[in-house]
């Protein structure tokens, strides 16, 4: 039997290749492994491995032991377009795969609503809003070092094309090429784009598109690692980084007039409507060091629009929720700093909930919370390694 096995692959080697030989093995023995047990820390850096194991354990999976909470755990459900950390070999820090493991890791929730839903906030707002497919024409991804949302431009819609389309591919393509390699948020938004006008599911449109990086930066003295959020943003979405209840940090947002940067599809049949049609290289680009426990609120415009307009030059927070916005509304609403500092871990429903009920520019409305974190799994990698 073992005989006419070795035979047996010995020919299909030749046949294939000694690379897809390998491969296909490889396949094989992963399918095996995934009708048996999962080690809580799976190797997500190979693309295969994380299609398997995505699909048939992280989610609901009764084999997955899920009483311990794992980096991926504050956001639930999980999202389809949930990218994992990259492989990278600088650092000595590694995992049982051989994989890098990041120093800093965003500990984030997403929520969203599709404009003119007939349903209630806190109806949209739940197992639907972790699908990047149910946040109207709106998008976005989550990974341990990444974030992104995607915000498709409205005005297609009277020439019959679904912008929606272009924010889903860029927010795909971006997740899918993090998991591969690990980039820069501008080389993320630059592959994203450069995949969605190849996307033969993308008829026309254009999207705005903000992309976030948390990095592992020496410090002055050299003797520790500081997060550094490096990011990307085209249009008018954007994000804010909350510390101590005060606006440490609001990205700028980028204009024609009224209309805001976009990338754009635009086939030849749409080229007389004058679409504006902008390029990765025309975003804001930057970072900024950030502290163990700032939170950032990464979101499209309907959260921007619908929240006080001087909100980057707020200062500290008082001890009574909303006091500080009570006269920029006449209801009694919690400003976004209030929401997030009151409870960071449902903030992100709650910012949607409260842009819809201030209505002042009803728009899809996509927010990610997303707090600093040390990477615990990098610790017990350590610990297993002094062992």
């Known amino acids: 039997m073992q005989t006419n096995q070795f035979v047996s692959d010995v020919i299909i080697k030749r046949l294939i290749g000694s690379s897809t030989f390998q491969a296909m093995h490889r396949t094989i023995r992963l399918t095996q492994l995934a009708t048996r047990c999962v080690p809580k820390s799976l190797p997500y850096h190979n693309q295969q491995r994380t299609a ?4 048939r354990f992280l ?5 997955r032991d899920t009483s311990e909470a794992s980096n991926y755990s504050f956001l639930s459900p999980r999202s389809w ?3 994992f950390h990259h492989c990278n070999d600088s650092s000595e820090n590694k995992g049982k795969d051989g994989c890098t493991l990041p120093e800093f890791i965003f500990k984030a929730r997403v929520a969203c609503q599709g404009k ?3 349903a209630s906030a806190k109806d949209r707002v739940g197992k639907k809003a972790a699908d990047p497919n149910h946040c109207g024409e709106d998008s976005y991804f989550v990974a341990d070092t990444f974030l992104g949302v995607a915000d498709g431009v409205g005005g297609w819609n009277e020439n019959g094309v679904d912008p929606g389309q272009v924010s889903r591919s860029m927010m795909r393509n ?3 090429f993090i998991q591969e390699q690990g980039q820069s948020p501008f080389q993320t938004l630059q592959y994203a784009f450069q995949q969605m006008l190849g996307d033969p599911n993308v008829e026309a449109g254009s999207t ?3 992309i976030l990086q948390i990095n592992s930066v020496r410090s002055k003295t050299g003797d520790k690692f500081v997060p550094v959020l490096a990011y990307a943003n085209l249009g008018d979405s954007g994000f804010v980084v909350i510390r101590n209840g005060k606006i440490l940090f609001r990205s700028e947002f980028q204009y024609y007039g009224r209309a805001p940067y976009q990338l754009a599809k635009v086939p030849p049949q749409f080229k007389e409507y004058g679409a504006i049609e902008n390029q990765p290289r025309d975003a804001k680009l930057g970072d900024i060091e950030l502290q163990v426990g700032d939170v950032i609120v990464l979101a499209t415009d309907g959260v921007w629009d619908n929240f006080a307009p001087d909100l980057g030059a707020s200062t500290q ?3 009574k929720p909303g006091k500080a916005f009570q006269k920029f509304w006449k209801t009694e609403l919690h400003s976004l700093i209030d929401i997030v500092q009151n409870d960071t871990e449902n903030a992100a429903k709650g910012i949607v909930e409260a842009a819809i009920r201030h209505n002042l520019k009803p728009d899809d409305i996509t927010v990610i919370v997303a707090q600093v974190v040390a990477n615990t799994s990098r610790v017990e990698t350590n610990r297993m390694n002094e062992k």
């Open 52 to 55: 398997l194991f995505r699909k």
């Open 59 to 63: 989610h609901g999976s009764s084999k």
């Open 81 to 83: 377009y949930r990218g």
């Open 116 to 118: 003119g839903k007939k």
């Open 174 to 176: 971006a997740s899918n």
């Open 208 to 210: 705005t598109a903000c």
């Open 317 to 319: 927070i008082d001890s």
